[in-house]
Nanobody, 125 residues
C-alpha cells in the first residue's frame, strides 16, 4: 500500500511561482512512477506531469510545458512540482499519483492506482 500526502497549495496572485510537495510512504513507493494531476471544478481530472521511478524521465502536459518542473527525491520519498508564471486557469485541486506499472506518458487518471487527497491551488487575478 502506498500513501500520498500533498501540501503547498494556497491562494496566489497571477504570475507568481508555487512549489507543491507530495510525501510518499509505503514499501514500494521509491520504485513507482509518480505524477501530478489537476482537477478544476466541474471538469475531469487532467494530467499535469509525471516522473519515472528513478527520476531520469519526465513527461509534461502541453499546457504546462516550460512552466512546470517535476522532481523527486527517493531518499526522502518526496515528489515536487514547481509551477512558475501561474495563470487563473491553473486554479484546481492538485493530486499526487503513484503507480508501479503505468508509463509516465499515460495521461489517463484512470490508469494510476494510488492517489493523495489533493491540495487546492487558487490563482487570483
Amino acid at each position: 500500500q502506498v500513501q500520498l500526502v500533498e501540501s503547498g497549495g494556497g491562494l496566489l496572485q497571477v504570475g507568481v511561482s508555487l512549489r507543491l510537495s507530495c510525501a510518499a510512504s509505503g514499501c514500494t513507493s521509491s520504485t513507482h512512477n509518480l505524477g501530478w494531476f489537476s482537477q478544476a471544478p466541474g471538469k475531469e481530472r487532467e494530467f499535469v506531469a509525471a516522473i519515472s521511478w528513478g527520476g531520469g524521465g519526465q513527461y509534461y502536459a502541453d499546457s504546462v510545458k516550460g512552466r512546470c518542473t517535476i522532481s523527486r527525491d527517493n531518499a526522502k520519498n518526496t515528489l515536487a512540482l514547481q509551477m512558475n508564471s501561474l495563470k487563473p486557469e491553473d486554479t484546481a485541486v492538485y493530486y499526487c499519483a503513484s503507480d508501479r506499472t503505468v508509463t509516465i506518458w499515460n495521461m489517463s487518471w484512470r490508469a494510476w492506482h494510488y492517489w493523495g487527497q489533493g491540495t487546492q491551488v487558487t490563482v487570483s487575478s
